[in-house]
């Protein structure tokens, strides 16, 4: 307990005192590290973490999804296809928002994480909204919470670990993620409807009429998104490769689509590269500090302490479940999402479920509080993806454009515990057929 | 008293764990409430599985699932347990390294390197091949995509699949997208639980043997400052765990067949002769010798006469094994 | 000292980093193609791990120097303006020493990995100690990336002006 005091405060002051927040995690692991186990243990943490974070390589859909967005750019099929968005849709208030949440949900579809949706999709729709004149914080907002869809609508890595840590069926965990996603990216372009009417100037619409002949002829002008989207998608429905491997496919897509347009200079395809690893290397460095920290979350008992609190309490059913999402909330600040889950779930899914709850559905709230802590300070992996890929925006832009979404996911949330069969209608369809 | 911390990568409800959950029980009964847990870890929630056997050495944690698999450099004489076509019989090759840890110092010397203390090793369940479409020979695997790693990839490379390396927690997505056709190189309790069945036509015993050595190890100056008799406890437990160990594994394979046969999953079993075919194909014998030169690079000790002696030790426990690998026929 | 250092070596390991990204994601592609065909090469996955750890170490530095690290701006502009510069000191030399401190552990990995011949469990007997190699040496540039830039920062804070970076 008072090593987490100090942690706290050591956290604190390294953020205040303009410490990168990588470093500000690291610096306050030592020192609760060595608190907790000892200076060598914790230097033996510090030692082994970095290559243990870099020996994943399924974390290389990052770079090279941040890589295929640049280079989409460059090749300009991003500003076609926002062209034809516009067309389509720029009258709609908040069109070109909602199509972008769209093209999350569908590049969702097909990964299982929400860091990748948002790395694949941003680049790509961020320049595009900001063309468009949208406000900062909206276009930013929605490339860092949209990509969240990722780790609802299956696949879904965050489902996959809920089962694999519960024993609950994968496959059930993934139909039941389903209509949640739906249900969230419906929200999600709701919100941005009623934003866009209520506070125009954030999202301007289009004052040119298209005919509906101009509207659809200019659809062939978007066969570079189409193609991409093609391979990417098709390859992984039809098992030709997997998603790390569809990062790989899709970079080196995008990288000919570059070249086949005569005026992208080599230079300027290794300046995307340089963007890209840049974005990488500051997002890899928070996992190493996050990594050490939740090593000391997880030797400090604070989570665990906490969870066997709660749980042990004969409160009613629903005022226990609303105090363990609550708990969720500060873990998700500073946690990233697997490693809360990891941590928390041994004690709590056993709680949960012998409270009666549905065990499928839990799941889904548990993606759902994953959700929030990838987009809430200090610690919020998409946001930071978001930032690599726009360093001139500032992170509190970033942060407060996501809080608009949070306001959209509590409401979800409240939705999926007030009708819990949205989780559980199409795992118990597929049971009885 | 001493508390624990205990850290494994594999999951709560899994067969390996199920064991260990059943050793602390036993060891805290045998130290009379002496030596206990106070947090446990799973999968990987404290260290990552490649990383578990240093952080229990460094003392991240005080006791700690590992795998020699992920840290073969480390551990070269253990290691040599896992070559392929030794036996199926994974409670008499784990008899033997809990025996030879206790006569062949150079193998207890590998472990203190690590600063860690051997305290079980698990009975491994011989390697099943699991694929989604149905086999009657071996000549059908031929050109299917299966996950395999290691010297499984160049067995199953030289019998003309293709193997993809990937974790297991890899493999129920790629059977649903299809980018595997199956998996080699797994135990016949695991496809149940992680749900592979669901993209299983059928389960195949190649005859490989046990592949993997796995057990529990605890930080060595946290062993170092326990009374004796907690020490000789664990000696004991050490030599009585792999008996124990194989129940819990026949209990896993039996249900797990019993949900493949609920599921029409078919069972194929290679006959003496595939086993023979696939074997000469990789070149056995030229596998040894490579195994054996890669290790003996990496210690002082004399691999080529622990393989000898632990091939002799395993000769001499092998028929008081009371496991056979159960395939309906 | 600093303008070489960044023009020159940081700047470098940034277009090593961007040239192993862009061949990761060739190499992954070979690898399907190739598995497309029946084919499988063996070390593909252990070249990947390999370029997927230049790509990020050899960034480390790059990104420092285009100040590319996040910091929570919106909590150090509540932090009164007088002490920014004497802060600014503070921060880069802790951060000198915490990442002096991980070089030192990480190399520390590398050579023993060298000297027990550790090698990945995959498809061939892959030796791990040039990855960890890698993560050493990147860190080792940022540890200089931090120290050039806390003397830039104690130089300027002497002469009361401004610095960039940082
Ligand atoms: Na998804
Ligand atoms: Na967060």
Not at chain 2, 21 to 40: I, S
Not at chain 2, 112 to 134: C, F, P, W, Y
Not at chain 2, 140 to 154: F, H, N, P, S, T
Request: glycine letters at 8%; hydrophobic letters at 50%; charged letters at 15%.
């Amino acid at each position: 307990m008072e090593s987490t005091i100090v942690v706290m405060v050591v956290f604190a002051g390294a953020l205040f005192l303009g410490l990168p927040i990588a470093f500000g995690l690291i610096v306050a692991s030592i020192v609760g590290l060595m608190m907790l186990r000892g200076f060598p243990v914790s230097l033996s943490a510090l030692s082994t973490m970095p290559y243990a974070n870099v020996s994943d390589i399924g974390l290389a859909v990052i770079p090279l999804f941040i890589l295929m967005g640049f280079l989409a750019s460059k090749a300009g099929v991003s500003a076609k296809a926002y062209d034809v968005a516009y067309r389509l849709v720029g009258r709609l208030p908040g069109g070109l928002a909602i199509s972008t949440v769209f093209a999350c949900a569908a590049f969702a579809a097909t990964s299982g994480s929400s860091v990748a949706t948002s790395a694949a999709v941003g680049r790509i729709a961020l320049s595009e909204m900001r063309r468009f004149r949208y406000a900062d914080a909206i276009s930013v907002g929605t490339v860092a919470s949209a990509g969240l869809l990722g780790i609802m609508i299956p696949p879904s890595i965050m489902l996959v670990v809920y089962g694999i840590i519960t024993q609950e069926d994968i496959g059930s965990l993934l139909l039941a993620g389903i209509l949640p996603g739906i249900l969230t990216a419906f929200i999600f372009c709701l919100g941005l409807f009623v934003i866009a009417l209520w506070k125009p100037h954030l999202m301007p619409v289009s004052h040119e009429r298209f005919s509906w002949r101009e509207k659809l002829s200019s659809i062939r002008h978007a066969w570079g998104i189409v193609l991409l989207f093609t391979i990417i998608i098709g390859g992984i429905y039809t098992g030709i490769f997997t998603v790390t491997e569809a990062a790989g496919v899709g970079a080196v897509t995008a990288l000919i689509l570059a070249f086949c347009k005569r005026d992208v200079p080599f230079a300027e395809i290794l300046g995307g590269g340089r963007q890209a690893v840049s974005a990488t290397a500051m997002i890899f460095l928070i996992l190493i500090g996050a990594g050490l920290f939740s090593q000391y979350i997880a030797l400090s008992g604070l989570a665990t302490d906490f969870a066997r609190m709660l749980t042990a309490t004969d409160l009613n059913r629903y005022v226990i479940l609303l105090l363990i999402l609550l708990a969720y909330i500060p873990l998700g600040m500073f946690l990233e999402p697997i490693s809360m889950c990891l941590i928390t779930l041994p004690i709590v899914y056993p709680a949960v479920t012998a409270l009666g709850f549905d065990p499928i559905w839990f799941g889904i709230i548990v993606v759902k509080m994953s959700e929030l802590a990838n987009i809430t300070p200090p610690i919020g992996v998409n946001v930071f993806v978001i930032r690599g890929i726009a360093p001139d925006v500032p992170l509190g832009k970033v942060f407060q454009g996501a809080s608009i979404f949070l306001v959209f996911e509590i409401i979800t949330l409240a939705i999926l515990i007030a009708f819990p069969a949205i989780a559980t209608f199409l795992p118990e369809l597929a049971r009885q057929s | 008293d001493v508390k624990l911390v205990f850290s494994t990568h594999v999951g709560q409800n899994s067969a390996s764990q199920q064991q260990y959950e059943d050793y602390f029980r036993e060891l805290k009964e045998r130290t009379n409430g002496y030596v206990g847990l106070k947090d446990r870890f799973y999968s990987q929630a404290l260290i990552k599985a490649t990383e578990q056997l240093k952080g229990v050495g460094s003392g991240l944690a005080d006791v700690g699932y590992f795998c020699t698999g992920y840290a073969p450099a480390l551990l070269p004489l253990t290691s040599m347990a896992e070559l392929p076509y030794v036996t199926e019989k994974g409670d008499a090759l784990s008899s033997a390294i809990a025996e030879l840890y206790d006569s062949y110092p150079p193998l207890r010397e590998e472990f203190h390197r690590q600063n860690v203390e051997l305290l079980a090793m698990d009975a491994s369940s011989a390697t099943i091949i699991g694929v989604n479409k149905v086999v009657n020979s071996s000549a059908e695997l031929e050109g299917m995509k299966v996950r395999a790693y290691g010297d499984l990839g160049a067995i199953a490379k030289a019998n003309g699949l293709v193997p993809v390396p990937m974790s297991t927690a890899d493999i129920y997505t790629s059977l649903q997208t299809g980018a595997i056709d199956g998996y080699f190189g797994i135990p016949l309790w695991m496809p149940a639980p992680e749900n592979w069945l669901e993209f299983t036509k059928t389960l195949i015993a190649p005859g490989v043997g046990t592949y993997y050595t796995c057990g529990l190890a605890m930080n060595l100056d946290v062993y170092k400052a326990l009374p004796d008799n907690a020490k000789n406890a664990i000696a004991e437990l050490r030599r009585e765990f792999p008996a124990k160990s194989i129940e819990v594994v026949k209990k896993g394979d039996a249900a797990s067949v019993a949900k493949a046969e609920e599921m029409g999953v078919k069972f194929y079993r290679f006959t003496p002769a595939e086993v023979e075919q696939w074997k000469e194909k990789v070149d056995y014998p030229a596998l040894v010798q490579e195994w054996i030169k890669t290790r003996s690079e990496r210690t002082d000790a004399d691999v080529a006469a622990f393989v000898k002696l632990f091939q002799s030790t395993l000769a001499k426990i092998e028929p008081a094994s009371t496991y056979k690998q159960e395939f309906p026929e | 000292m600093r303008k070489w250092f960044e023009g020159t070596i940081v700047r470098g390991s940034g277009t090593l980093g961007a040239l192993a990204l862009i061949l990761l994601g060739l190499v992954v592609t070979f690898e399907v193609v190739l598995r497309a065909f029946g084919f499988a090469i063996v070390g593909g996955v252990e070249i990947s791990a390999i370029l997927l750890a230049v790509l990020v170490f050899a960034g480390l530095s790059f990104t420092q120097a285009t100040d590319g690290h996040v910091t929570m701006e919106a909590v150090v502009n509540l932090t009164p303006p007088a002490y920014r510069r004497a802060s600014q000191v503070l921060s880069l030399l802790i951060c000198t020493g915490t990442s002096g401190l991980m070089t030192w552990g990480t190399a520390t990995q590398a050579i023993r990995s060298y000297t027990t011949k550790e090698f990945q469990f995959g498809t061939t007997h892959f030796p791990l100690w040039p990855t960890k190699a890698v993560v050493a040496i990147g860190l080792g540039l940022l540890t200089i990336m931090f120290l050039l830039q806390a003397l830039s920062a104690v130089r300027a804070w002497r002469s009361r002006t401004d610095v960039e970076g940082g």
